[in-house]
């Protein structure tokens, strides 16, 4: 079946904007997570959702970030006033919620750009 | 901060033979330990897991080995194929939570 979708897959705005990431899960996953990845680096958490309810936003690095997953399926990442520090891959993945042991599922990323 | 070390930061093998790939942790509540493979331009995709209650897992080329007590584990890929070319990524989580990955081993299998 289809993996785990992102869009778009780049983006380029400018400082002060408002961005928003898309990722679309795998079906029937239950348990979603969106992560920043710098080069060279692995990714780092940001904050995660079981069905609509968002259980994590730790990750987040301050009041500009938010998400959402509002019907407990696809979820928006959304960044305001972007700055350039804002500029990472994007990268979100889905595990299905069954068993004791989530395995993550990566999707393709968004490639962030902030000029 | 929870962290996961990883080492070496980049790794060259010939053709055939032994990749090894080391991870440390601190938080003793970890309990499930990815490893991750990227090409470039590519999401991580899962390659192997294990949890603690077992001290080596395999899977075809791609072994997990684990030591609870020291608190580190290592990936070994037997046989190493230009086409293993990629990064390397472990992480750490307790089942349900987010990961915590190290910070990537570059490997090159050279032909």
């Known amino acids: 079946g289809a993996g785990v979708s992102q869009s778009p897959r780049y983006k380029v705005t400018k400082r002060g904007q408002d961005v928003a990431l898309r990722c679309d899960p795998i079906s029937g996953h239950v348990s979603l997570y969106w992560y920043r990845q710098a080069l060279g680096q692995g990714p780092e958490f940001l904050t995660y959702f079981n069905y609509e309810a968002q259980q994590d936003k730790s990750g987040l690095p301050n009041d500009r970030f938010s998400a959402e997953r509002p019907e407990g399926s696809i979820s928006t990442l959304t960044i305001q006033r972007t700055e350039q520090r804002d500029s990472a891959m994007y990268r979100c993945?889905?595990?299905?919620?069954?068993?004791?042991?989530?395995?993550?599922?990566f999707g393709p990323g968004t490639r962030l750009t902030v000029t | 901060q929870q962290q996961v070390k990883q080492s070496p930061q980049s790794l060259i093998v010939q053709k055939g033979g032994i990749s090894i790939i080391n991870c440390a942790y601190e938080?003793?509540?970890?309990?499930?330990f990815p490893w991750y493979q990227q090409f470039p331009g590519k999401g991580p995709a899962l390659l192997i897991a294990i949890r603690p209650d077992v001290s080596e897992k395999k899977e075809g080329r791609f072994t997990i080995s684990f030591n609870k007590s020291a608190k580190q584990f290592s990936l070994h890929i037997m046989d190493s194929q230009p086409g293993d070319s990629a990064t390397y990524f472990c992480a750490a989580t307790t089942g349900r939570r987010a990961l915590t990955f190290g910070s990537g081993t570059r490997l090159q299998v050279q032909p």
């Open positions: 993945a889905s595990s299905s919620g069954q068993g004791d042991y989530y395995e993550q599922y």
């Open positions: 938080n003793t509540a970890f309990d499930y």
